[in-house]
């Protein structure tokens, strides 16, 4: 019999967390490469949440570095970065270490290693044991405001995150395909 998991969606308040991290970029040094999160880091900016099957494979470092280059972008829009998997800080260390993609990574790689983020949020493959390819956007109050997951083979647009946290901060009416600096939605008073 099949179990159906409900994915944590718009409007809810993100579920605590808290781990250990690989943090920002530059040269690790295995005494001072981890940091402890928790969902009170970074409190009062917006956080970009996203989380990825496993290290080592095809498709993640793609989308991995695709934020990586966005991070400036976002942080413009003061908007912090974690990336998440359900490997350890070590597996995320040793990848960082031999990627030449993910090297110099500007945001923190969590390690959802008992997988209780992951399973709070709907978003664990319980077959695979490892997290869906799932990306949150969540305001400065705790409130998931955009939630996009994909199939495990596919890999996600950064850049069209980066255009609905655009759309999520004029607090506006917004039409399909739009781009900040765009005309949004005016009603009738």
Same mark, same amino acid.
């Given at each position: 019999?099949?179990?159906?998991?409900?994915?944590?969606?718009?409007?809810?308040?993100?579920?605590?967390?808290?781990?250990?991290?690989?943090?920002?970029?530059?040269?690790?040094?295995?005494?001072?490469?981890?940091?402890?999160?928790?969902?009170?880091?970074?409190?009062?900016?917006?956080?970009?949440?996203?989380?990825?099957? +496993?290290?080592?494979?095809?498709?993640?470092?793609?989308?991995?570095?695709?934020?990586?280059?966005?991070?400036?972008?976002?942080?413009?829009?003061?908007?912090?970065?974690?990336?998440?998997?359900?490997?350890?800080?070590?597996?995320?260390?040793?990848?960082?270490?031999?990627?030449?993609?993910?090297?110099?990574?500007?945001?923190?790689?969590?390690?959802?290693?008992?997988?209780?983020?992951?399973?709070?949020?709907?978003?664990?493959?319980?077959?695979?044991?490892?997290? +869906?390819?799932?990306?949150?956007?969540?305001?400065?109050?705790?409130?998931?405001?955009?939630?996009?997951?994909?199939?495990?083979?596919?890999?996600?647009?950064?850049?069209?995150?980066?255009?609905?946290?655009?759309?999520?901060?004029?607090?506006?009416?917004?039409?399909?395909?739009?781009?900040?600096?765009?005309?949004?939605?005016?009603?009738?008073?």
């Amino acid at each position: 019999m099949q179990v159906i998991r409900r994915i944590i969606s718009i409007n809810e308040l993100c579920r605590s967390f808290q781990g250990l991290a690989l943090p920002l970029c530059g040269q690790f040094a295995i005494l001072h490469a981890f940091q402890s999160f928790s969902q009170d880091s970074d409190k009062g900016k917006w956080k970009l949440v996203f989380f990825w099957p +496993k290290d080592f494979t095809f498709v993640c470092p793609t989308e991995i570095a695709g934020f990586g280059k966005l991070n400036g972008d976002f942080a413009d829009r003061d908007t912090v970065i974690y990336g998440v998997s359900t490997d350890s800080e070590f597996v995320h260390l040793a990848w960082r270490q031999n990627h030449a993609d993910l090297k110099a990574l500007p945001f923190a790689m969590l390690a959802d290693t008992n997988r209780r983020l992951s399973t709070a949020l709907g978003i664990l493959d319980v077959d695979a044991g490892v997290a +869906k390819r799932a990306t949150y956007l969540v305001d400065p109050d705790g409130i998931i405001r955009f939630v996009y997951v994909t199939d495990m083979s596919v890999g996600r647009n950064p850049q069209e995150v980066l255009r609905v946290l655009d759309a999520l901060q004029t607090d506006e009416l917004c039409p399909c395909n739009w781009q900040k600096g765009e005309e949004v939605i005016k009603t009738a008073a």
